[in-house]
C-alpha cells in the first residue's frame, strides 16, 4: 500500500510514524513545501521517501496536514487526481469550510473529514512521535458521505492508534471547537501579548513568572501559520465566542472596581467545576 502525507509535521509525521507502525509493509511518501523538513522526515525514518504531486496518481491513501488556508486550495486538486479506489482524508483543525469546497467533488466519496483532538505547541517533524493520539478523540464529520469501506479502513487504523470516534456535523465541529479551541489559543496568545507589553524586563518575566503563568501561555508558543488560517475560516463562530469571553472580562473588571469580591468568589468557585469536568472526561477515556 502505498500511503502520502502532505505536511510532513507535527501531525502528519506522527500520523506516518503510526501508520507505519500498524503496518510496516507500506510505502510511506511525503510531500512537503519545506525541503529541510523532507530532509529531517527521511532521516527520523518518518516517511521511506520524498515525493512530489505525481505521486498522488498512484496512491492508495493520502492525508493532508498542512494549514487550513492551503489545504481549501489543495483539497479539489488531489482530489481529481486521486485513483477512483483510494481514500483522501484532511486533518484541519477546522471542518465547514473543506467539506463545502468538495461538496459537489465527483469524487466526494473519496473523502473524509478528520480532526484529531490531539497536538503541541510544537511543529515540524522533529516534534512528531509516536503515541500522540493515544488515548485522544478522533472527529470525524459527514461520515456517511464517504465510501463505507474506505471509512472503515480508516475507523480501524485511528482505533489501532487508540483513538475514540466522534461523529459529528462539519458545522457543529466548528462551533464546538471555536469554544473549547480556538478561543483558548486567543486568550493565550493575547495574555502572552499583554504580560509581554506591560512587563518591560524579560528577567521579571523569567524570574517571576510562577507554573500558572507558563501553562496558562503554553498554547502563545503556537504556530501563528497554523493558527491564523483557522481563526480566519472560522471567524463567524470565534468572533461569537470572543464576545462572550470579553463580557466576562469586562464584567470581571467592573465587579472588582465596585469591590463585589464576593460575587467574583462566587463565579471562581462556580469556575471551579472544570476540575470535575475535565477529571470526569479522563475517566471516561
Ligand atoms: P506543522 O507541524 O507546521 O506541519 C505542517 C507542514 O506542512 C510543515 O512542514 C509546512 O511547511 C508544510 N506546509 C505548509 N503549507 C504547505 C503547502 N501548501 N504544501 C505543502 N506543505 C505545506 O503543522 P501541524 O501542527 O502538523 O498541523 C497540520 C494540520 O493539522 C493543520 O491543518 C492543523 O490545523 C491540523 N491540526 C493541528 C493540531 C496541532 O495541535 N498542531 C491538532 C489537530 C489538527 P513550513 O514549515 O514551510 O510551513
Not at 104 to 110: C, L, S
Given at each position: 500500500m502505498k500511503v502520502v502525507v502532505i505536511g510532513i509535521g507535527l501531525i502528519g509525521g506522527s500520523m506516518a510514524l503510526e501508520f507505519k507502525r500498524i503496518d510496516p509493509t507500506i510505502t510511506l511518501v511525503g510531500i512537503d513545501q519545506n525541503d529541510n523538513h523532507l530532509d529531517q522526515a527521511m532521516a527520523m525514518g518518518v516517511i521511506d521517501q520524498k515525493g512530489s504531486m505525481k505521486d498522488i496518481d498512484t496512491a492508495d491513501r493520502v492525508v493532508l496536514s498542512i494549514p487550513v488556508k492551503a489545504s481549501l486550495h489543495l483539497l479539489p486538486t488531489v482530489l481529481d487526481r486521486l485513483p477512483s479506489n483510494a481514500l483522501l482524508m484532511d486533518v484541519g483543525s477546522t471542518k465547514a469550510a473543506l467539506c463545502a469546497a468538495v461538496a459537489?467533488?465527483?469524487?466526494?466519496?473519496?473523502y473524509l473529514a478528520a480532526h484529531p483532538i490531539a497536538g503541541t505547541e510544537f511543529s515540524g517533524p522533529s516534534a512528531a512521535h509516536l503515541g500522540?493520539?493515544?488515548g485522544k478523540p478522533q472527529i470525524l464529520c459527514q461520515?456517511?458521505?464517504?465510501?463505507p469501506e474506505l471509512l472503515q479502513w480508516a475507523k480501524a487504523q485511528f482505533r489501532q492508534m487508540g483513538m475514540y470516534l466522534r461523529f459529528m456535523e462539519a458545522e457543529e465541529h466548528d462551533r464546538h471547537m471555536a469554544c473549547v479551541s480556538h478561543l483558548s489559543h486567543i486568550s493565550s496568545f493575547m495574555l502572552g501579548k499583554t504580560v509581554l507589553e506591560e512587563e518591560a524586563d524579560e528577567q521579571n518575566i523569567f524570574d517571576l513568572a510562577g507554573s500558572g503563568f507558563e501553562s496558562t501561555v503554553?498554547?502563545?508558543?503556537?504556530?501563528p501559520d497554523m493558527w491564523a488560517p483557522i481563526f480566519e475560516q472560522n471567524k463567524a463562530n470565534v468572533v461569537d465566542i470572543l464576545s462572550a469571553y470579553i463580557a466576562n472580562l469586562e464584567q470581571f473588571k467592573d465587579k472588582l472596581v465596585k469591590h463585589q469580591i464576593e460575587d467574583l468568589h462566587q463565579q471562581m468557585k462556580n469556575t471551579n467545576q472544570l476540575s470535575t469536568i475535565l477529571n470526569g472526561i479522563k475517566h471516561n477515556n
Open positions: 459537489a467533488h465527483p469524487k466526494r466519496q473519496n500522540l493520539f493515544e461520515a456517511k458521505k464517504t465510501k503554553r498554547l502563545a508558543k503556537s504556530n
